[in-house]
């Protein structure tokens, strides 16, 4: 599975952004999928995961209520719609692919990458 995350950009604190995955390759409906999320000089970070059904998301305790996974099997996509955003939310978001029988938050968990996308939040 190769993944592409994008919609990152420079928004200012309490606006929202909305960030896409697009994986190719005909498997994607089978596997979890998590968002992470790496500030400067800091350890990536779990943010949120959806299982491969959607039936089940699983959030970090810093962005719940704000954040809301997603995705559609049919267009391949994983979606993660950041509201309320606040400046420690600025980093450089990766989604990534999991088939793990339960939703993970361990980065090393994951099989696949995605390249990462920038959201810088200003105050």
């Known amino acids: 599975v190769q993944l592409q995350a994008s919609g990152g950009g420079l928004v200012q604190a309490g606006g929202s952004l909305r960030l896409s995955c697009a994986a190719s390759g005909r498997s994607f409906s089978t596997y979890n999928m998590g968002w992470f999320r790496q500030a400067p000089g800091k350890e990536r970070e779990f943010v949120a995961a959806?299982?491969?059904?959607?039936?089940?998301?699983y959030y970090a305790d810093s962005v719940k209520g704000r954040f809301t996974i997603s995705r559609d099997n049919a267009k391949n996509t994983v979606y993660l719609q950041m509201n309320s955003l606040k400046p420690e939310d600025t980093a450089v978001y990766y989604c990534?692919?999991?088939?793990?029988?339960?939703?993970?938050?361990?980065?090393?968990?994951?099989?696949?990458w995605g390249q990462g996308t920038q959201v810088t939040v200003s105050s």
């Open positions: 990534a692919a999991d088939r793990s029988m339960s939703l993970v938050a361990i980065p090393g968990r994951y099989d696949y």
């Open positions: 959806i299982s491969w059904s959607g039936g089940t998301t």
